[in-house]
């Protein structure tokens, strides 16, 4: 039996002091001390075996958070685990309070290609973190070989042209990663948001934020313009997660998909539910009323739509905590999960091929609500979004 642990964490603006990321936004080294010291805290706090990072600006502002949650979690680890002199130094508390640092190595960092490096107008990347390292090199997808034409139809039957996708907003970052006797693919993906996308003139201006001059159908426009590029931007993930299952690879995704497990593009990225019973449905080549398909065809629909699914992990859990709220998001009043974890059947317990299965799942979020913070006194130096963690054990070879 392994146990491993597997996180997501959008630290938000993670970039060096005096550096201008977004327009008249940055960081005194005052406040780039807090905000590492805190980020450090809450990477020592989660202590998971591998780590997906969003909004990173640039490494070494992160290789010196990980430097600090690992002096911090030495630190801890001299005070509380008793040396071997001690007769009760093999107590499973003690395995469960002590911390493994993540030294130099197991890191990659994915830049963002639509980052220019131009002050006030940066793009953020993102990365994965792992103690267990990389099988292989990571892979990232972001500008892409084919572009994705999304064709349509007019419902008269007419071609109403196509939208046309040649680069993801943020890069997809691909690693497989050796845990036990298994090797795992993980995605970490930050997907676009949902704030408008507008129209600029050559000036770079766009009259839809102009709130002087309110537009109310300009900006709808520009937040569908928004979230069709995240469903796209969710098929190219999706397409893939698919190449990976088809080839038999267990997969977690993980990240910040800005929207909930309901949302479209989060359906598009764990794929369909599938039909309870595809007998009473009519067939796709129905010639009369009564063309179902047959019970053995059922059963190979059952199958192809089950083998590429992925399950939420927050999902999981609220099903056998009998809880019924997590949140990783608090704006105006209004609660959300939009940073997911994703488990495919290889993990799903009702799998009974299953490689292993989720214990608990962890949501670091108070921090978002209850304005506490020692180390990170206003939001701007905290993260915008609670870290989620879930909890894995993997059966070994000799329990199959």
Wanted: contains cysteine; glycine residues 8%; proline residues 5%.
């Amino acid at each position: 039996m392994t146990n491993f642990t597997i996180a997501s964490f959008n630290v938000k603006n993670l970039i060096g002091p005096d550096q201008e990321y977004y327009t008249f936004q940055s960081y005194t080294p005052e406040e780039h001390a807090w905000k590492e010291d805190w980020t450090a805290s809450q990477l020592f706090s989660m202590d998971a075996d591998i780590v997906g990072f969003q909004e990173i600006f640039d490494e070494p502002s992160l290789r010196a958070v990980i430097a600090e949650a690992d002096r911090i979690g030495e630190e801890s680890n001299e005070a509380v685990i008793p040396d071997k002199s001690k007769r009760y130094h093999r107590k499973a508390i003690f395995r469960k309070l002590g911390y493994t640092p993540y030294g130099d190595g197991g890191l990659f960092v994915a830049p963002n290609v639509n980052d220019t490096g131009e002050p006030g107008h940066r793009r953020p990347g993102v990365a994965i973190l792992s103690r267990y390292g990389f099988a292989e090199p990571p892979e990232i997808i972001q500008d892409l070989d084919t572009p994705v034409e999304i064709p349509f139809q007019g419902l008269d039957g007419d071609d109403s042209g196509a939208f046309v996708l040649r680069r993801t907003s943020r890069p997809i970052l691909k690693a497989r990663i050796p845990v036990g006797d298994q090797v795992i693919t993980v995605f970490n993906c930050h997907l676009k948001s949902k704030l408008g996308e507008f129209p600029r003139d050559a000036d770079g201006n766009a009259s839809e934020a102009d709130l002087t001059n309110y537009d109310p159908l300009g900006r709808a426009m520009g937040a569908m313009r928004a979230a069709l590029r995240r469903m796209a931007e969710a098929w190219v993930l999706r397409r893939a997660i698919v190449e990976e299952l088809n080839q038999g690879r267990p997969v977690m995704v993980l990240g910040d998909f800005n929207d909930g497990e309901h949302a479209v593009s989060s359906e598009i990225i764990s794929g369909e539910v599938p039909f309870r019973n595809y007998s009473w449905m009519l067939r796709h080549d129905a010639k009369h009323a009564n063309d179902r398909y047959k019970r053995a065809e059922n059963d190979a629909i059952q199958q192809a739509v089950t083998s590429v699914r992925l399950t939420s992990a927050e999902a999981l859990f609220t099903r056998k905590s009998l809880r019924d709220m997590v949140y990783t998001t608090a704006f105006g009043g209004v609660y959300e999960s939009i940073d997911q974890i994703y488990l495919s059947q290889h993990f799903h317990p009702d799998n009974p091929d299953r490689l292993g299965e989720m214990e608990y799942f962890s949501v670091l979020n108070d921090h978002l609500t209850d304005g506490s913070h020692a180390e990170a006194p206003y939001n701007k130096l905290a993260s915008d979004h609670g870290q989620i963690m879930a909890h894995m054990r993997l059966k070994t070879e000799d329990q199959d």
